[in-house]
């Protein structure tokens, strides 16, 4: 019964940390929207700096972060739209017990410049 109890738990943990990482990745994807809408102009080196710094702060691998600053509309002068999509391998925070696979996941922050 030990084995049951463990189990769950482990995997109780492993989707909180899941979750955990999704809302980290939401945060800073929205954090970098923000960036490049006030500070950046259109330079998207200074929004990936501003993203894994704002990530940084969590307990994730920042390295293994990527970020991506897009403008649809073809431009960052308003009223244009900005999008920063923020991917990252999520990988199994105990992986010598199990052999679960890594994902990729990411997540969106899109906004129009006013």
Do not use: C
Request: charged share 10%; aromatic share 12%.
């Amino acid at each position: 019964m030990i084995v049951v109890i463990f189990t769950v738990v482990f995997w109780v943990f492993e989707l909180g940390w899941l979750m955990y990482t999704y809302s980290v990745l939401a945060d800073a994807a929205n954090e970098g929207v923000r960036h490049a809408m006030v500070h950046s102009g259109g330079e998207p080196a200074g929004t990936q700096a501003k993203v894994k710094t704002f990530a940084g702060t969590s307990l994730h691998n920042v390295s293994a972060i990527s970020a991506s600053v897009t403008f649809p509309d073809g431009g960052s002068a308003p009223p244009n739209r900005v999008q920063v999509t923020v991917t990252y391998t999520y990988i199994p925070y105990l992986p010598k017990f199990i052999t679960a696979p890594t994902m990729k996941t990411y997540a969106e922050g899109r906004m129009v410049a006013q």
